[in-house]
């Protein structure tokens, strides 16, 4: 029993430290996102953003989790009016 309890333990302890936080670079990198209305779909982009994705390793192309903050202010959807609906649901004046 203590056995197999060292070994999970070991195993357990061996993945968390084979995942690495790397930060964002948000000069090379870009946020765009689509969004679906009742009659049509638009795009959009986020303008200033930061976060960190969590990468494995072993294999540096798979992420195994990311955090994103994005400032809700700096959106655009390349529409001034469908921006102010859009500020005005995201309540950007009380949550940014």
């Known amino acids: 029993m203590k056995i197999l309890l060292c070994l999970f333990l070991a195993n357990s302890l ?6 690495q936080e790397v930060p ?4 090379l990198s870009s946020l765009k996102f689509t969004g679906h209305a009742f ?6 982009e986020a303008r200033e953003f930061t976060g960190s994705a969590k990468v494995d390793v072993q ?3 798979l992420v ?3 955090k994103l903050e994005i400032v809700a202010a700096k959106m655009t959807t390349f529409e001034p009016g ?6 005005a649901w995201l309540h950007i ?4």
């Open 14 to 19: 061996s993945t968390f430290v084979l995942a």
């Open 24 to 27: 964002l670079d948000a000069t």
């Open 39 to 44: 009659l049509h779909d638009f795009n959009g």
């Open 59 to 61: 294999n540096p192309g």
């Open 64 to 66: 195994t989790s990311a």
């Open 82 to 87: 469908r921006d102010k609906d859009m500020y």
């Open 93 to 96: 004046d009380t949550i940014p």
